[in-house]
């Protein structure tokens, strides 16, 4: 039997558990659903008008954003706002292009505006009511949003429920004059802020163990169940492989180069995904992938995702650690000679040479033994 006939037969069978309450509300807003495992560059998607939030809008969903989180580019007119809104999912916001402000406000009457521009960072405090202004005339204002919308929306079955319910969260937000103040409070890996005014500036904290001089800073915004960082590493070399689960919107905030994407176990050769400022890459659920920088500066990506990743008992992340020693990290000892040989050739397409030698004998220091 062919593979089409296989599939075809199943699909007769799953036919009922087809479409879910988030696809048919996203269907229902009127809007385009366009697939996000590979965007080339988030400041050319084609936006439609969404009359509930007033602006142009367009749906950007991965293999399992039914079930997990899921995206949207978001467009205000020059000189324009978008209506006052309140949702009781949780949503990460980078500004793409544009200057402006946000109003947030709770039921118990506590109200703060900000301002921001292009490359912050911000959360949407859960279910606050929250207004954005384009501070241009000129100009439009193009954000990208992360949301926890489809387990919302799939639990409650009830845009009543989901868009206009008065419930406030004090522990979330109650009118902290300083709640979106730029704080650089930092714990490891970690920075304690709701608000990154300037995500591709911001100095990052150095991460050996994902690979050759690369940088890291991790965060939760507006005190959410969602996570995201911010990762650079330099002209002339490439992290290392990994795998986690799905919903990890990784999105280039500086440099060129390329990913590679590859399910463990399939003979078939990666996919690659060339990339610029904007691009957005959502690696499948459990696909490995691993980003090489072909460029003349440090490329630095933001990663807007769930923290639902695999981890050990201890908490820490399996793609940090080697798979040599249970983990989903790839270790550069392990990898393919083609993977080499395609970055060599991509470097030597822009006149430049892989500065890769003191990454590997660094990893050789440290990496455990092979499994028998
Ligand atoms: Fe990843």
């Known amino acids: 039997m062919s593979g089409e006939a296989i599939l075809d037969n ?11 309450p988030y696809a048919r509300f996203v269907l229902n807003e009127g809007l385009d659903i366009l697939n996000a495992e590979y965007v080339p560059n988030l400041n050319r998607v084609p936006l439609k008008p969404w009359a509930r939030r007033g602006g142009n809008a367009a749906f950007l969903n991965h293999d399992a954003s039914g079930h997990t989180n899921d995206c949207h ?9 978008l209506n006052p809104h309140r949702q009781i999912y ?10 402006g402000s946000t109003t947030v406000w709770n039921n118990a009457g506590k109200r703060i505006t900000f301002e921001w521009k292009e490359g912050a960072l911000f959360g949407i405090p859960l279910n606050c009511n929250h207004q954005h202004f384009n501070g241009s005339g000129s100009h439009p204002v193009r954000y990208v949003s992360v949301t926890n919308a489809p387990s919302i929306v799939n639990a409650y079955d009830n845009l009543e429920f989901v868009f206009n319910n008065p419930f406030d969260f004090p522990d979330k937000f109650s009118g902290e004059p300083d709640y979106f103040s730029a704080k650089n409070d930092r714990e490891h890996w970690r920075v304690h802020t709701n608000f990154i005014p300037d995500a591709l500036n911001i100095p990052l904290a150095m991460a050996h163990e994902r690979g050759a001089g690369g940088q890291h800073l991790r965060f939760t915004l507006a005190r959410t169940s969602q996570a995201g960082h911010l990762s650079q590493f330099p002209v002339g070399t490439y992290k290392k492989a990994h795998a986690h689960g799905p919903g990890a919107h990784v999105i280039i905030l500086s440099g060129e180069g390329y990913s590679l994407c590859w399910l463990d176990g399939i003979e078939k050769p990666p996919q690659r995904f060339d990339w610029e400022v904007g691009t957005l890459i959502v690696p499948r659920n459990a696909v490995y992938h691993q980003h090489f920088n072909t460029g003349r500066e440090p490329a630095r990506y933001l990663a807007f995702r769930t923290s639902g990743s695999p981890r050990n008992t201890d908490g820490v992340l399996k793609c940090f650690y080697s798979r040599r020693i249970g983990g989903d990290q790839l270790d550069y000892a392990d990898e393919t000679p083609a993977m080499r040989r395609m970055f060599i050739d991509a470097l030597a397409k822009n006149g430049l040479e892989m500065k890769m030698q003191p990454a590997y004998e660094t990893e050789l220091e440290t990496l455990p033994p092979k499994a028998a």
């Open 73 to 81: 580019v978001m467009e205000i007119p020059p000189g324009g706002k």
């Open 10 to 20: 199943l699909k007769q069978k799953f036919a009922s558990e087809m479409g879910s």
């Open 90 to 99: 949780e949503e990460m916001v980078m500004i793409l292009s544009g200057r």
